[in-house]
C-alpha cells in the first residue's frame, strides 16, 4: 500500500505520523519506504540527523511526482508519503500516488477549514482511480477531551470517515522527532508508542482488499 498523511494547514502532526507509521511497519519486518514530498523536508531532515534509517527516506518535492513515486514504491511493502501543507500541484500528485490518503485534523477550526483543500483533491483523484480510499485521522488532540460535533458534522457531509484511532498530543512524539529517532526507539512503551501501534493496525485494514490498477491506468492518473 502507498499509504499518504495530507492536510494543507502545516503542524497537524503529518511528519510524526509518517515517519513513525514507516517505523513501525519497517519493525514488522516489512521492506518500506518514506518519501518526503514537502518543500519543508521535515521528515528529510530527522534522517540527516542518523547515520542509518530503519526504512529508506527519499525526497520527492515537486509537481508531477507522482509517477516516480509509484515506481520507487513497486520494490517495498508499503510506502509511506509526507505530504506537503501547502502547494496545490504536489498535493494532487501525492493523492494520486496513493492508495489511502490519511487526512489529519485536530478538533477545531482551522485544519478543518484547511482540509477543504485536501478533499477536493481527493475527489479529483477518485475521478482517475476509482478505488482510492480517504480517512480523516484526529491528531494532536489533548488529553480527556472528546472530539467535536463540528468535526463529526464536517466528515459526514464530506462522506470520509474518522478513524477510530486518535493521536494524542504527547510531548514524547516532539522529543523523538527533535532527537532524529522514532517513538519505538525513544520510548518504546509510552503511551505514544501505543497510539502508533493502534494506527498501524487499523490502517491496515484498508489494505486487506487489493486496489488493483492495470498498467496504463496508473499511468493516466500519474499523467493527470
Known sequence: MIISFLNQKGGVGKT????????RLARSGHKVLLIDADPQQTSAQWASLR????FVVASLPRPKMARDAMAM????????IDGPARGKDIAH???IASDLVV?????GGPSLWA???????VNNGRALKEQLEAVFLVSRKQA?????REAKAYAADAGIQILRTEIQNRVAFAEALTAGRT??????????AKDIERLVKELLRYGEHENIRGPEKARQAADA
Open 51 to 54: 547515520e542509518t534509517t530503519p
Open 73 to 80: 514504491a513497486a520494490d517495498y511493502t508499503h510506502t509511506i
Open 144 to 148: 480527556n477531551t472528546v472530539i467535536g
Open 16 to 23: 510524526t505520523l509518517a515517519v513513525n507509521t514507516a517505523a
Open 115 to 121: 482540509a477543504t483543500e485536501t478533499i477536493e483533491a
Open 93 to 95: 500528485s501525492v493523492v
Open 183 to 192: 517513538i519505538f526507539e525513544w520510548a518504546a512503551k509510552s503511551e505514544a
Open 103 to 107: 487526512i489529519p485534523i485536530e478538533p
